[in-house]
């Protein structure tokens, strides 16, 4: 009866916090961070809120006391202003209960099955890359500034420019001029899409030399795999998920060494690969053993175009580089 006595408290709050303008921005999804709260209570708690639409969300909590990590996979509720979230985790052969509200950037919330309840305060917070709005450095090729698409092409028409990005739009988009070994950079945005799933959520793709695809994608809280972000098409799967929420500006810092081939054209070295998302590691010098599907050609090359992918929805790109590797 505790459990369910609580669900109910929540729900109740919950009702009278409804009178929210429905175009607001869902401020319920994204990063949460904190401190668990309480007299006998030491460590911290995180949440990643996933919208799901339908005034739904998914929610994993993670505490983090006494050295150990304990994770939780709750259910949601809320309207993008205010939440409620419930749900219980197995751990030392005992179960745990959770419940936490969501109102105004403050998560408040309770794990009762210990000899007294913990609390918890959580705050919204934004994290930002690194490497987000990094200069083109010294001896790099400027690819999109933000004021022009004069370095890409496509057939019959490019992509909608605007407030220093440009959006996906029929068909894929593809740089004039070709490029090989180095570090590529570039920056992206995945839009909220809340009633999508898979990979009708957010999908994209940059292909390195028009033959590589690391996937864009909004996979945002969810475990990493070769077809979710950071993931080299049906090749390697990310160390991490290291995405961020949809709406969030994100970047790729990739490292490319492309094949090698001897004087008769035959290929002697694959291709490799090291690249980080949002700044943090997710692939470590990965050999490549081909191209990926989708791409330019099914053949591996010293040089290629860089392929932005259209698979219909509108994700966003910006602040795009690439620096030669050094001779």
Same mark, same amino acid.
């Given at each position: ?33 904190? =401190? ?178 690391? =996937? ?18 049906? =090749? ?62 099914? =053949? ?6 860089? %392929? %932005? ?19």
């Amino acid at each position: 009866m505790k459990r369910l006595a609580g669900v109910m408290v929540l729900a109740i709050l919950f009702t009278a916090g409804m009178a929210v303008a429905a175009d607001k921005p869902d401020v319920v999804h994204g990063n949460w961070e904190g =401190q668990l709260t309480g007299p006998d209570a030491q460590g911290t708690m995180s949440a990643k809120v996933i919208a799901l639409g339908d005034n739904s969300y998914n929610a994993v909590f993670e505490a983090n006391t006494d050295g150990e990590t304990h994770s939780a996979e709750l259910q949601g509720h809320g309207d993008g202003q205010v939440g409620v979230f419930w749900g219980k985790v197995e751990a030392g052969g005992s179960t745990m209960y959770i419940t936490a509200r969501a109102l105004n950037g403050e998560m408040t919330g309770e794990v009762t099955g210990f000899d007294s309840p913990v609390g918890f305060k959580l705050n919204r917070v934004e994290k930002k890359s690194p490497t987000l709005g990094a200069p083109v450095p010294e001896g790099g090729v400027v690819i999109f500034d933000g004021t022009n698409e004069d370095k890409w092409k496509a057939v019959p028409d490019k992509w909608a420019l605007g407030n220093g990005e440009m959006t996906v739009s029929r068909p894929s988009l593809i740089t004039v001029d070709e490029y090989g070994s180095g570090t590529y950079h570039l920056e992206y945005k995945t839009p909220f899409m809340a009633n999508a799933r898979g990979q009708a959520r957010g999908n994209s793709g940059v292909y390195v030399m028009g033959r590589y695809e690391l =996937q864009v994608l909004d996979s945002y809280g969810l475990p990493p795999a070769w077809d979710e972000a950071g993931g080299i098409y049906k =090749q390697a799967i990310p160390l991490v998920n290291a995405s961020l929420p949809p709406g969030e500006w994100q970047t790729y810092d990739i490292t490319f060494t492309a094949a090698k081939f001897d004087e008769t054209g035959k290929k002697i070295e694959n291709a490799r690969v090291t690249a980080k998302l949002n700044g943090i590691l997710i692939h470590d010098n990965v050999t490549l053993t081909g191209p990926t599907p989708g791409g330019v050609s099914d =053949q591996d090359a010293p040089q290629g175009p860089i %392929l %932005l992918q259209n698979h219909g929805d509108s994700v966003s790109f910006r602040n795009i580089w690439f620096q030669p590797a050094a001779e």
